[in-house]
């Protein structure tokens, strides 16, 4: 099996239990209230960085978050093995958390808006590495800009999305700290792709 088609499954699997989180907290009620994002309660109890990501508060709110992020994993699969891809998850759940928490965050949170955004700047990057011909440098730029654009309409609160119905509409703080995260990430992956590229007498 290649490594393509192994993420593409690990992706699918994350987003069916985000899908199945989201109908058993309708059985235990508590779920939202132990692994959400709580500034208060997030040291003593670290899941809440990166389970807060999985969670989600309406089917609306989920539908969109989980379509894109599967979305992404598709289009992005190629750049990954199944390791890479989970440390760069990794980085963009717990990296945004701690961002928004080092930023005095105080609402509560859940969705995977800011991974999914996290993952768009990641592989615009990763693409660009890439790029054999001056029309797909193009469409990466104004994809890039087009990004960038919407957290900037986010921020002057010209932006509100109906997937976050239910909670802060701080969209532009979130969605931000998923885009430095995203930065973080690809800049991780590519020291990794440089190392594994080394002769291994260096």
């Known amino acids: 099996m290649s490594n393509k088609l192994q993420v593409i499954i690990c992706g699918v699997l994350l987003s069916l239990i985000s899908i199945w989180a989201y109908y058993y907290q309708f059985e235990a009620h508590q779920l ?15 899941w809440r960085l990166v389970t807060a990501h999985f969670l989600h508060l309406t089917t609306l709110h989920w539908v969109g978050n989980v379509l894109a992020f599967t979305a992404l994993t598709v289009f992005l699969a190629r750049h990954f ?23 005095g965050y105080q609402n509560r949170f859940v969705g995977l808006s800011a991974v999914n955004h996290g993952l768009l700047i990641m592989g615009i990057l990763l693409e660009l590495r890439g790029c054999k011909t001056p029309s797909q440098k193009y469409l ?17 609160g ?39 590229a080394q002769p291994s007498g260096e």
């Open 158 to 196: 010209w932006w509100q999305s109906p997937l976050v119905t239910g909670q802060a509409q701080q969209l532009w703080q979130l969605h931000g700290a998923g885009i430095l995260s995203g930065i973080l990430a690809w800049w991780l992956h590519n020291r990794h792709l440089a190392k594994l």
């Open 32 to 46: 939202l209230e132990d692994f959400d994002y709580s500034y208060a309660q997030v040291w003593q109890q670290p």
């Open 81 to 103: 093995t199944v390791r890479t891809y989970l440390n760069a998850l990794l980085l963009l759940t717990a990296g945004s958390s701690v961002i928004l928490w080092l930023a």
């Open 140 to 156: 990466l730029y104004t994809a890039g800009a087009l990004l960038g654009l919407k957290w900037l309409a986010e921020f002057l």
